[in-house]
């Protein structure tokens, strides 16, 4: 698969431009932290793709996990962290980030967030899969990231330094000698325009959208993974995407996520015929990690030949159910279900990219002048399988760091921004491409053949579809953000299909029946893919084995 060094044409002696300090690409929690750590004498551009509060982090349902209880423990929490990353975390990653939990949930209380509290004033805390111990801080129930979202939102308004410009698509980071100089973006009017940055941090969220079934909003289309690869960053352990086990299933429906804290609340999961099949497959029940629990449904329902299986919370407080999960309660009244009573028919969707552009502790890329933070990255915390609600926590930790990080090299620099002289040519496209139609192949083909479990036949023959893909859209030079998508999805599935085939075990959310052992003296170990983009570009890059 040949990949363009950018997706469109644009010379920078013609083009709009705009200079800033700071460029923040997304504005989802990882994003307006890092803005927000920047120094207040440095101007800061939050370029978001769609509205500011279009993200994953608005949808996020559960919470954010943190050592709150006198009776928690740090290294219980490092503890469950490291069981559920199936041994492919960075202990000093774990640490760092759990132990700054408290300190970061004690900031976003300072700036306006209302989290749910018991009467004493308190912070009420919920228990999920994977979790020794209730250590679940969330906001109005099952609403936790909409309401930090909305605190964070009106703080980065307030900011005299920050700048915000929604509904602006980044089509690429833009690099000149070997340092990311900024990015090239587009805004609904108007030709592409440069955005000329002394430092630059990727904070563009997930992929989920390369799945039919998936939680994820229709904007995490795999951005900024796809547009960093190709401009030679480094990505690591692309083939790990955790799927969550329970995703509202109702023909027609949009996949709307039934949160980790259902089952943290005593919910049993039922197959067809009324069974409770958890204790079959592990002794911590409905509590195990997503991994166990997602590969557990799909066995499942192969086992009955049923298309999903079903949430029962029927044997719980009715009026606990309904108060403590508002937003899910209204979600299946609109399908005639009352939660509280009826069984919520559920099965895995694609949720949450663990694999990203490969980072340091300050949020450090292997390119100078580019940072990244949260789900975009992949950092060393969630290893091959994620705690549940340490996401929120990572975007967070991880935002502050690389906004610190990048502010201090802004710093220390003392040369005047310029407009470097840099082009891409433009190419003739013979034919029009039905976007949608490729698309939605696309999503099938990968729910299909790289899910929840995968084999080498099956991820050969998607390996080959995308390359028939690639053949014929990558080469194309859109003009809409439906075909930058498009070619955005096609690069990172590519990317996580190859790393799937190469990696020959099963481990977390990677789940190879034809390899079902983990092999820890052969696999525990990263896979890096990188491309040179001055030598060549090859169908997936160098798997560097590390």
């Known amino acids: 698969m040949m990949t363009p060094r950018y997706l469109v044409a644009f010379d920078s002696r013609r083009a709009l431009h705009r200079f800033t300090d700071v460029l923040v690409i997304g504005g989802g929690v990882a994003g307006l932290r890092a803005a927000n750590s920047i120094d207040p004498h440095h101007s800061v551009l939050v370029i978001t793709k769609d509205r500011l509060r279009e993200s994953n982090s608005n949808y996020a349902q559960g919470g954010i996990a943190g050592v709150i209880d006198p009776d928690d423990r740090f290294e219980d929490h490092i503890n469950d962290t490291l069981i559920a990353g199936a041994n492919l975390c960075d202990l000093d990653v774990v640490g760092l980030v759990i132990r700054e939990a408290p300190r970061r949930i004690e900031e976003l209380v300072r700036w306006g967030t209302q989290f749910d509290a018991e009467a004493d004033g308190d912070l009420e805390l919920g228990r999920e899969g994977g979790h020794s111990h209730e250590r679940i ?17 009106q703080r980065t308004r307030d900011a005299e330094n920050i700048d915000i410009v929604e509904n602006t698509f980044t089509i690429d980071l833009l690099t000149h000698e070997g340092r990311c100089r900024g990015a090239v973006v587009k805004s609904p009017e108007g030709p592409p325009m ?5 430092e630059t941090i990727l904070c563009t969220g997930g992929a989920g959208q390369i799945y039919r079934e998936s939680t994820n909003p229709s904007v995490a289309t795999a951005d900024g993974t796809s547009l960093a690869y190709r401009a030679g960053v480094q990505l690591r352990d692309m083939e790990f995407m955790q799927f969550h086990p329970t995703v509202l299933y109702i023909a027609g429906s949009s996949r709307s996520l039934i949160t980790e804290a259902v089952r943290g609340e005593g919910a049993h999961l ?6 409770r099949f958890m204790p079959d497959y592990d002794k911590r029940e409905e509590l195990a990690p997503r991994d166990v629990v997602s590969q557990a449904i799909i066995r499942q329902m192969a086992k009955t030949s049923h298309p999903c299986v079903y949430l029962d919370l029927s044997h719980l407080d009715r009026q606990h159910v309904l108060s403590r999960f508002p937003g899910i309660a209204k979600t299946c009244q609109q399908f005639g279900l009352d939660i509280a009573s009826d069984r919520i028919p559920v099965r895995p969707g694609a949720h949450y990219m663990l694999g990203g552009v490969t980072v340091d502790r300050q949020g450090r890329t292997s390119m100078p002048g580019l940072w990244a933070a949260g789900e ?3 950092s060393g915390l969630h290893g091959a399988n994620r705690l549940a609600s340490n996401s929120l926590l990572e975007g967070l930790v ?26 891409h040519p433009r190419k003739e496209s013979a034919e029009s491409i039905d976007t949608e139609d490729v698309r939605v192949s696309l999503k ?20 080959d579809s995308i390359r028939s893909f690639a053949a014929y859209v990558m080469p194309h030079q859109f003009a809409t953000v439906a075909g930058w998508e ?44 990188q491309i040179d983009v001055n030598g060549g570009h090859p ?8």
Do not use: C
């Open 137 to 153: 801080v969330h906001a109005r129930g099952d609403a936790t990231g909409a309401e930090i979202m909305r605190a964070m939102i």
């Open 194 to 198: 440069i955005v000329w940055a002394r």
């Open 270 to 275: 039922l197959d067809s015929n009324g069974h």
């Open 376 to 378: 975009v990255t992949s």
């Open 398 to 423: 991880y935002g502050a760091a690389a906004g610190e990080a990048a502010s201090r090299s802004v710093g220390e620099e003392s040369r005047t921004m310029v407009a470097l002289p840099i082009r």
């Open 444 to 463: 099938s083909l990968m729910g299909r053949l790289a899910g929840v479990e995968r084999d080498a036949k099956g991820l050969q023959e998607a390996a």
């Open 486 to 529: 498009l070619q955005n999805l096609i690069t990172t599935a590519a990317i996580m299909v190859d790393s799937a085939l190469a990696r020959t075990e099963s481990r977390g959310v990677h789940f190879r029946s034809d390899f079902p052992e983990t092999s820890d003296d052969h696999w525990r170990r990263h896979l890096l893919v």
């Open 539 to 546: 169908a997936i890059g160098e798997l560097l084995e590390k």
